[in-house]
């Protein structure tokens, strides 16, 4: 059974690049969030999708970023252009849609490094 | 607004010593969910264990155990006997009935347990 499936594991890149992070939730899961984790900040939401349709993006931190779900089965998450600071370990997330009660299965996460 | 606060940044213990991890919340919903989390050394967040607002009945299992309280606004997790393999840093975070699984995490819990 595949757990959450996160690409690219690492990224490297330079200052201005257009990074692009991918997501394959769980099969027959219908919430999708996204997750940034730094030092700094901790754990935060950026995004969450609801049946592929956004619901909530009040987390992403500005216009660089933007996250997509053409589907259920995958969702992107792009920085363009991507800056120092947005160096940081991003995690998807999947989970049956509920109210709030059902716990939601990590990716291993994409650790970026923006230079 | 919610929070949820985990005042404990770190804490180190000897193998065999039993330890708890505070976590305190705050929210005005009266359905609520509360969940810890496990981030390893090898990084992936791992699901630990999900209470509701309406069972506040203490739950065990194997060298694991929660204490939630709401007079108190607390959600305690004790390990006994703790183990080397125990050593990681640890989430408590909190979700509403009505935030389609929008979790808010705590800061975390570095736990170190020395052979």
């Known amino acids: 059974d595949a757990g959450v499936i996160q690409s690219p594991r690492h990224e490297v890149t330079e200052m201005g690049q257009e990074v692009t992070l991918r997501c394959k939730p769980i099969?027959?899961?219908?919430?999708l969030f996204w997750y940034r984790q730094t030092m700094m900040r901790g754990l935060e939401l950026l995004i969450y999708f609801n049946n592929n349709v956004p619901i909530d993006d009040s987390g992403m931190p500005e216009d660089r970023f933007s996250a997509k779900m053409p589907n259920a089965s995958f969702s992107t998450l792009k920085i363009q252009p991507s800056e120092p600071r947005d160096s940081a370990v991003y995690f998807c997330?999947?989970?049956?849609?509920?109210?709030?009660?059902?716990?939601?299965?990590f990716g291993p996460g994409t650790r970026l490094t923006v230079l | 607004a919610q929070k949820v606060t985990q005042a404990q940044t770190e804490i180190s213990v000897v193998e065999k010593e039993d330890v708890t991890l505070d976590c305190v919340y705050e929210t005005r919903d009266t359905t609520y969910y509360l969940f810890w989390y496990k981030q390893p050394p090898s990084g992936e967040l791992v699901f630990l264990i999900r209470?509701?607002?309406?069972?506040?009945q203490n739950e065990i299992s194997g060298r694991y155990s929660w204490n939630f309280q709401k007079s108190t606004s607390s959600f305690n997790f004790t390990i006994t006997a703790s183990q080397v393999v125990d050593s990681a840093v640890y989430f408590c975070a909190l979700s509403s009935y009505n935030q389609g699984g929008k979790l808010i995490f705590g800061q975390g819990t570095e736990l170190s347990v020395k052979p």
């Open positions: 209470r509701n607002s309406f069972d506040e």
């Open positions: 997330a999947s989970s049956l849609v509920g109210q709030g009660d059902n716990e939601q299965f």
């Open positions: 099969s027959g899961h219908n919430s």
